[in-house]
């Protein structure tokens, strides 16, 4: 499967404008620890639109990006 930047663009403009007709918010909390994923993460943070209702969130520490869900920790059913 080839995913890239335009892939990338157009599959968070589709799920912004779905979340819109459906008049629903979306957080996306992304843990990043590594400099390659960090950086990937940001790229998507970047291409999603920061006034649309899906507002996404990046962190290298596990705790801040649970924090931004307000989950002390991974619920089990996600394990």
Known sequence: MEFGFRELHWHSLRLQDRLRSRNQRLLDSVH???GVSF????????VVDPEGPLQVHVNDERRQALAALALPHIPDELL
Not at 39 to 46: E, H, K
């Open 39 to 46: 950086g990937l993460a940001r790229i998507y943070q970047q």
């Open 32 to 34: 990043a620890p590594g």
